[in-house]
């Protein structure tokens, strides 16, 4: 049974830190890149980040790039995203995904994907 487990939401005040983890199992995990998207109310979802297989290469969209950072961990099957310098309009479902990963997220590029964790931004 395939699953992409999120944890590491909650509430941070602006400027604040939080790292988000992706558990995965069911897959053969170091064959997927790992993907992180994420949606607001109201709004459609949208990358931020993912990180390849085969030689760990990363890519960011641009309104988190300085301020994220993506890492995985294939003995424990986890990926992670560090997220420092958060934002207001960082508050957001965070999703995990296993797929492909290129320069521009598309989201019909993944296969499998988490439940979400919430993450907001507030004081």
């Known amino acids: 049974q395939v699953q992409l487990v999120e944890s590491g939401g909650g509430l941070v005040q602006p400027g604040g830190s939080l790292r988000l983890s992706c558990a995965a199992s069911?897959?053969?995990?170091?064959?997927?890149?790992i993907g992180w998207f994420r949606q607001a109310p109201g709004k459609e979802r949208e990358g931020v980040s993912c990180?390849?297989?085969?030689?760990?290469?990363?890519y960011y969209e641009d309104f988190v790039k300085g301020r994220f950072t993506i890492s995985r961990d294939d003995a424990k099957n986890t990926v992670y995203l560090q997220m420092d310098n958060l934002k207001p309009e960082d508050t957001a479902v965070y999703y995990c995904?296993?797929?492909?990963?290129?320069?521009?997220?598309?989201?019909?590029?993944?296969?499998?994907w988490g439940q979400g964790t919430q993450v907001t931004v507030s004081s």
């Open positions: 995904a296993a797929g492909g990963c290129f320069r521009y997220m598309i989201s019909s590029e993944y296969e499998y």
């Open positions: 069911g897959f053969t995990f170091n064959w997927y890149g």
């Open positions: 990180i390849t297989h085969n030689d760990n290469t990363t």
